[in-house]
């Protein structure tokens, strides 16, 4: 199956910082990327839609501001979270995909937020 | 509005056979997901339907009915590393993933 590789796997920041998560596709070119944000025992929720060359498109109540996305090319988008505050913490997660097919998964990243 | 509804959670043995159902209703279809996920893990990939009937694959099979919105994610022989949160998903008419809450499995020996 297809590769998205993401990085870094965690990070520890402090409140205030910003912190940048990359997420790449290794063997296809992803003209779209989703960025998921999954608290403690629940299940993934999607943050937006990175699309290659254009703005990402936002779901209700993420904030465009706080959580800046790229996707400056066809097997790289961008992940970063402005002026982080604890409850920014979470595992984040990238993917990628075909329309027909499943999605592929990065391994996620685990922010925490001191 | 979309929606997927499975259980919260369910306990098994270890050996045994568990059925995870999911039910949905979306905009759309275009396909259902099974995915497992180890807790602190991304998910991996188990199996997909788009017509009716069972899809075996080794120890997992999963059934979808579209005329009842139905699936079921079946675990045979099972095992301790089977404990863990699966997720049914289903693709709406914009091929856009809509992800049920999950199921946390927990194989007891």
């Known amino acids: 199956g297809a590769v998205v590789s993401q990085h870094p796997s965690w990070v520890i920041c402090k409140s205030g910082t910003s912190v940048k998560i990359e997420c790449r596709s290794l063997?296809?070119?992803?003209?779209?990327m989703f960025w998921y944000r999954q608290f403690p025992k629940q299940s993934l929720m999607l943050m937006a839609t990175?699309?290659?060359?254009?703005?990402?498109?936002?779901e209700q109540g993420v904030e465009k501001d706080k959580f800046l996305i790229n996707h400056a090319s066809l097997t790289l988008s961008t992940l970063t979270v402005t002026s982080a505050h604890p409850e920014d913490s979470s595992f984040y997660i990238c993917?990628?995909?075909?329309?027909?097919?499943?999605?592929?998964f990065g391994q996620g990243t685990r922010l925490t937020v001191v | 509005g979309q929606n997927i509804d499975q259980p919260t959670e369910m306990t098994a043995t270890e050996g045994a056979i568990v059925q995870i159902n999911c039910t949905y209703q979306?905009?759309?279809?275009?396909?259902l997901f099974w995915y497992q996920q180890h807790a602190g893990e991304a998910p991996t990939f188990l199996s997909y339907?788009?017509l009716d009937g069972l899809e075996e694959k080794g120890r997992f099979s999963s059934f979808l009915s579209r005329s009842k919105g139905y699936s079921y994610l079946l675990l045979k022989e099972l095992q301790m590393k089977d404990s863990a949160s699966y997720l049914c998903a289903v693709k709406d008419s914009n091929y856009q993933l809509i992800w049920g809450a999950g199921t946390k499995l927990i194989i007891k020996p």
């Open positions: 339907n788009v």
């Open positions: 979306t905009s759309g279809f275009n396909g």
């Open positions: 990175s699309n290659e060359g254009s703005k990402a498109t936002y």
């Open positions: 993917s990628a995909g075909f329309e027909e097919r499943e999605a592929f």
């Open positions: 063997d296809f070119q992803a003209t779209t």
